[in-house]
């Protein structure tokens, strides 16, 4: 039975999100229904969990409220409804083609390796973050690699409320120790910024009684065709 909890912090982090970085600005519609805003043409966004049921959840509610044809799903081959790799290349290629309408694509770390997705998209969330910093780092790999022509911006969430969040600063930290460590990998992210729970954010929709969360961005530089950049740049943003 599918259910709808009444208050989703994350998930209405996410819509903002969403709003922000994948609509046209207010006031303009061309294209949207009505008077609803447009989806700009020239960004998409990748939202990875960890889990089969959280990406059925979110893809559901996201079609809820978006046309069903904005969000694409991608998972692994198990399991009776699983993936087979032509259904992730009609997956890949929709997502990759500038005049397919998708903008949202939602992925298990089935969509971690093997998957370019530079061409068209620059922001990614980890919906929810894996406790493996290569494993992070093979998400962001699928738009922060050679030939990406624009800034690339890494999200995920920050809490001070969440032991499981405060943990997964820990081991964001460990990846941007690796990477200092080794000089040949881009960092995953660049510091984890929370805000304490009960905070005027929780008037943006970051924020709940329960937990406190909100995106954390970090902003990297255009990859050259030739190889990645050894630096990165970091913007963090209030959601």
């Excluded at 008077?35 to 959280?54: G, S, W």
């Excluded at 690699?145 to 460990?174: E, M």
């Excluded at 009960?198 to 909100?214: I, Q, W, Y």
Aim: hydrophobic share 35%; net charge neutral; with cysteine.
């Amino acid at each position: 039975m599918e259910q709808t909890p009444s208050a989703d912090a994350r998930f209405d982090a996410l819509v903002a999100l969403i709003e922000r970085l994948l609509m046209e600005p207010p006031g303009r519609t061309c294209g949207g229904a009505g008077n609803a805003p447009a989806f700009r043409p020239d960004e998409r966004l990748i939202v990875f969990t960890e889990y089969k049921t959280t990406l059925d959840y979110l893809t559901r509610r996201l079609r809820e409220r978006y046309p069903a044809d904005r969000v694409l799903t991608l998972f692994g081959s198990g399991g009776p409804d699983g993936m087979d790799q032509a259904d992730r290349e009609n997956v890949k290629t929709a997502f990759n083609d500038p005049a397919s309408p998708v903008r949202v694509l939602v992925a298990t770390d089935a969509a971690s390796e093997g998957l370019n997705l530079h061409r068209t998209a620059r922001y990614l969330l980890h919906y929810d973050c894996p406790w493996n910093p290569s494993r992070l780092e093979q998400r962001n790999g699928r738009i922060d690699r050679y030939g990406q022509a624009r800034d690339v911006t890494v999200h995920h969430f920050a809490s001070t409320a969440d032991p499981d969040l405060d943990f997964l600063a820990h081991v964001i930290r460990k990846a941007d120790e690796i990477r200092e460590d080794l000089g040949s990998l881009s960092a995953p992210f660049h510091g984890a910024h929370s805000c304490p729970a009960g905070t005027a954010c929780a008037a943006a929709g970051c924020c709940s009684t329960a937990r406190a969360s909100r995106l954390s961005p970090v902003l990297r530089p255009p990859r050259s065709t030739r190889g990645p950049s050894a630096n990165s740049a970091s913007a963090p943003v209030r959601c």
